[in-house]
C-alpha cells in the first residue's frame, strides 16, 4: 500500500500532469556555518506534511556530492568548482550598465560576505546532482550561508534575494537578514555608530532591533527556513509562489515586520487554501498509487 509499493520510474506516468507529481524524495542540504539552523527540524516539518515523501538530511551540497565521486577524482572536481563559484562571484554590487557613472560597490562595504548570481551558481551546482535524483520528483534544497541575487532591469545595484527556485532550490540563510528592509531609522543610525568606529553601540542597537528583526545566528532561523522550505515545496508541486495572507509562510516578505508575520509569530502557518492544496494533492497520490 501507499509508498511500499512504489518504485523508481514509477512516477514516470506523472510526466506532463504536474498537479499529480506527489514528490518522492526531498534532500535538505545543511549550511553547517549557519548558527541556528537545524535542517532535522526542517525535515521533519515536511515529513510530517509529506508522509509519502522519502525526506532526507545531508551534509553541504558540495561536500556531499564530491564526496560521491572516486578519491583521485575528488581533487580535480574540487578544484574545478572552486574556479567555477569564483567566477560567479559578486565582486562589485554596482549593475554592469552602470559601472561607468558610479564607484564601486563591493561587498565587504555591506558585510555581505560571499555573494553569488543565483542561476549561475544554481548552473554549477546541478550538474553535480546524478540522474536518479534528478527529476520533477525530487527535490533538492540547498541552504547556504553566502548571499544569492541578480541584476533586475533597471536597477542600478544587484537584488538580493533569499530563494532561488528550480534545480536545485537555493535558500540563503544570510538573506533572512539583509534581505526584507529594516526600519529607515535604524539603519541610518547602524551606518552612522559604523562610521565613527562605534562598533559596541552599533551592536547595542542590534540587540535593541533583534527581538523583531531577524539577526545573523538567530535561533529562530530554523523556523524561517522551514516557510520558506515550504515556499519551495508549493513552487515544485504547484507552481505556486506567494499568498495574500500576511501570516502564510508563502507570503512574499518585503519587510523584517513581514517575515516575522508569516514565519515567527504564534498565527502563522499554512493559511486553508495551501493546507487544502497539500491535502488534496496527499489524497490524489494514494489513490494513485493503487491501495
Ligand atoms: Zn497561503
Known sequence: MASGGRRPGDHRRCEGNKRDAVL???????????????????AQRLSELLPETRVQTRTDFFTYHIGQFDLPQVDVLTEEIAARLEEREVHNLVAPDRREDMRPMPPEE??????????????????LVPEQEGGETHLHLVYI??????????????????????????????GFVEVPALPREYTFRR??????????AAEELD??????????????????????????????????????????????????DELARAHLD?????CERHARMLMEA?????????T
Not at 535593541?208 to 508541486?237: C, I, M, N, W
Request: proline share 5%.
Open 24 to 42: 518522492d524524495a526531498v534532500y535538505i542540504y545543511d549550511a553547517p556555518d549557519a548558527i541556528g539552523l537545524n535542517i532535522g527540524v526542517v
Open 110 to 127: 555591506r558585510d555581505l560576505g560571499i555573494v553569488y548570481l543565483a542561476e549561475p551558481l544554481q548552473d554549477v551546482m546541478r550538474v
Open 145 to 174: 550561508t553566502q548571499c544569492i541575487g541578480h541584476w533586475a532591469p533597471g536597477e542600478s545595484s544587484l537584488t538580493l534575494q533569499i530563494i532561488q527556485h528550480g534545480r536545485p532550490t537555493i535558500i540563503s540563510t544570510t
Open 191 to 200: 551606518a552612522q555608530l559604523l562610521t565613527f568606529g562605534m562598533d559596541e
Open 207 to 256: 540587540e535593541r532591533f533583534a527581538a523583531d528583526a531577524l539577526s545573523h545566528g538567530d535561533p529562530r532561523t530554523t523556523e524561517v527556513a522551514a516557510g520558506y522550505a515550504l515556499q519551495a515545496l508549493f513552487k515544485r508541486l504547484f507552481d505556486e509562489e506567494g499568498c495574500g495572507d500576511p501570516t502564510c509562510p508563502l507570503h512574499s516578505a518585503a519587510t523584517h
Open 266 to 270: 504564534d498565527a502563522a502557518g499554512l
Open 282 to 290: 496527499r489524497a490524489e497520490n494514494r489513490e494513485d498509487t493503487g
